[in-house]
């Protein structure tokens, strides 16, 4: 079993900036990537940033999100500047990789609540 421990949402004004962590544990075998996801309401699950053998970010937060992995104790964090009411959303952690003997699948935080007022 693996699990994902987030940290870190909550309520900030437009222009502002919030840190989110999460700390994975369980019997981890190999972690492909770890990123964050969010979801608006109303809207789809989309990936925000993932950090692997690459690094991705998607446009709408591109040059204001850092993405930041420590690979040896499973841990990824995601430092939010210049948030815009269009960030709000729930946050997941995600992990890609396998647990014990399974085969690689995703894993999945709680979400954590992110809510930028104009």
């Known amino acids: 079993q693996v699990q994902l421990v987030e940290s870190g949402g909550g309520l900030v004004h437009a222009g502002g900036s919030l840190r989110l962590s999460c700390a994975a544990s369980?019997?981890?075998?190999?972690?492909?990537?770890m990123g964050w996801y969010r979801q608006a309401p109303g809207k789809q699950r989309e990936l925000v940033a993932l950090s692997g053998n690459y690094t991705f970010y998607v446009d709408s937060v591109k040059g204001r999100f850092i993405i930041s992995r420590d690979a040896a104790k499973n841990t990824v964090d995601l430092q939010m500047n210049k948030l815009e009411p269009e960030d709000t959303a729930v946050y997941y952690c995600n992990l890609h990789g396998r647990s014990g003997w399974s085969s690689d699948q995703n894993y999945w935080g709680q979400g954590t609540q992110v809510t930028v007022s104009s």
């Open positions: 369980g019997s981890i075998r190999i972690v492909n990537y």
